[in-house]
T-cell receptor
Framework: NAGVTQTPKFQVLKTGQSMTLQCAQD?????MYWYRQDPGMGLRLIYY???????DKGEVPNGYNVSRLNKREFSLRLESAAPSQTSVYFC????????????FGSGTQLSVL | ELKVEQNPLFLSMQEGKNYTIYCNYS?????LYWYRQDPGKSLESLFV???NGAVKQEGRLMASLDTKARLSTLHITAAVHDLSATYFC????????????WGAGTKLIIKP
């Protein structure tokens, strides 16, 4: 059971570089999410996609863009990375209204120098 | 603005003891979630509490929700080392079921 798969697991970028974090789920979930986790803080929602074809901003969307490529895949792009984006990024999915709990990917440790 | 506070943020305890972690939130909500995270790992759902008075139990963990007091508790009974982890609560914003607000987490260390 793959569940939610994120790539890459680790990434180091220089300030100003761009990259895309990939996320795919095989549970046929409608909703997908991107969170960031910083030390001593709870998770903060960056963007979410309630269903295929829709995306919405979360709590901390600045500096990020997302694409819901299809029902399975939801990518997060950093166009011009900044040191403040150093964090651990988690993708998650669920079937909102059916099974409320979130299923998380294994995370991406991103460092921006 | 919804705020979620957990306490304590750090808890070191002995095996066999009972302890409670508290999760307070600032505005009306009727859905609360508990998650567990092992060091360097992802998050795993423990409990989903969807109504006032909800109580759920799994092994040595029991969670409850009091929406009137805006308080959830996670009670650990006869702690064992395997329960060492960071525990997070998260609360739905009433106007958006998709946007959870998370507590900062309680790092729990259980010593033999």
């Amino acid at each position: 059971n793959a569940g939610v798969t994120q790539t890459p697991k680790f990434q180091v970028l220089k300030t100003g570089q761009s990259m895309t974090l990939q996320c795919a789920q095989d549970m046929n979930h409608n909703s997908m999410y991107w969170y960031r986790q910083d030390p001593g803080m709870g998770l903060r929602l960056i963007y979410y996609s309630a269903s295929e074809g829709t995306t919405d901003k979360g709590e901390v969307p600045n500096g990020y863009n997302v694409s819901r490529l299809n029902k399975r895949e939801f990518s997060l792009r950093l166009e011009s990375a900044a040191p403040s984006q150093t964090s651990v990024y988690f993708c998650a999915s669920n079937d909102q209204g059916v099974n409320e709990k979130l299923f998380f990917g294994s995370g991406t440790q991103l460092s921006v120098l | 603005e919804l705020k979620v506070e957990q306490n304590p943020l750090f808890l070191s305890m002995q095996e066999g003891k009972n302890y409670t972690i508290y999760c307070n939130y600032s505005t009306t909500s009727d859905r609360l979630y508990w998650y567990r995270q092992d060091p360097g790992k992802s998050l795993e759902s423990l409990f989903v509490l969807l109504s006032n008075g909800a109580v759920k139990q799994e092994g040595r963990l029991m969670a409850s929700l009091d929406t009137k007091a805006r308080l959830s508790t996670l009670h650990i009974t006869a702690a064992v080392h395997d329960l060492s982890a960071t525990y997070f609560c998260a609360v739905d914003q009433l106007d958006s079921n998709y946007q959870l607000i998370w507590g900062a987490g309680t790092k729990l260390i259980i010593k033999p």
